[in-house]
């Protein structure tokens, strides 16, 4: 059965740090993290691609520089790597599979609260 | 790429037809065009990819269709459980890869 399941959210203070991880079960596709402001749309934050692509990174502007994305393949894991935290940066971040220019599986999400 | 939505917000009940938009702002391949739904609480869910193909366990009363920058999703006989907001998507070529809508809230009546 697919699966996507993220942990590591809470609650961080302004310029702090946080690590997402998200249990995943589809090693060797390209996964993305998208992320939510409350009561707001949907934001694309990055993706990482798979070995045969030597995993190679892109990021939204928003993020660039501050955040980096990176896999575990041996364990199904993605992670998220959040530094530079700024208030805006709190959303529920989402793990998603990406699948030919959709994102087709989609993880149940974590908060994360950057509030001092 | 920038994608408009409308309307904001659609007040329908159900059994009726409902039709939401999508505008891009330049010319775009269907290719890289998809609709999600989203409930309260719960992640998105991918509705329809290469702007008319729905995706798996998706029922027929949804359709999409479209190209180059005006796209339609269409509900034929709504259910109470479509009430939803619903995001277009388009994949890019250049960063940001993935780019939304800014959400149609489709309430009940």
């Known amino acids: 059965e697919v699966q996507l399941v993220e942990s590591g959210g809470g609650l961080v203070q302004p310029g702090g740090s946080l690590r997402l991880s998200c249990a995943d079960s589809f090693s060797g596709n390209f996964m993305n993290w998208v992320r939510q402001a409350p009561g707001k749309g949907l934001e694309w934050v990055g993706r990482?691609?798979?070995?045969?692509?030597?995993?190679?990174?892109e990021y939204a502007a928003s993020v660039e520089g501050r955040f980096t994305i990176s896999r575990d393949e041996s364990k199904k894991s993605l992670f998220l790597q959040m530094n530079a935290l700024k208030t805006e940066d709190t959303a529920v971040y989402y793990c998603?599979?990406?699948?030919?220019?959709?994102?087709?599986?989609w993880g149940q999400g974590a908060l994360v609260t950057v509030s001092s | 790429i920038v994608l408009t939505q409308s309307p904001g917000t659609l007040s329908l009940s159900p059994g009726e037809r409902a039709t939401l938009s999508c505008r891009a702002s330049?010319?775009?391949?269907?290719?890289?065009f998809a609709w999600y739904q989203q409930k309260p609480g719960q992640p998105p869910r991918l509705l329809i990819y290469d702007a008319s193909t729905r995706a798996t366990g998706i029922p027929d009363r949804f359709s999409g269709s479209g190209s180059g920058t005006d796209f339609t999703l269409t509900i034929s006989r709504l259910e109470p459980e479509d009430f939803a907001v619903y995001y277009c998507q388009l994949f890019g070529s250049s960063l940001p890869l993935y780019t939304f809508g800014q959400g149609t809230k489709l309430e009940i009546k």
């Open positions: 330049q010319s775009v391949s269907s290719t890289y």
């Open positions: 990482i691609k798979n070995k045969a692509n030597n995993y190679i990174t």
């Open positions: 998603a599979r990406d699948f030919y220019y959709r994102l087709d599986y």
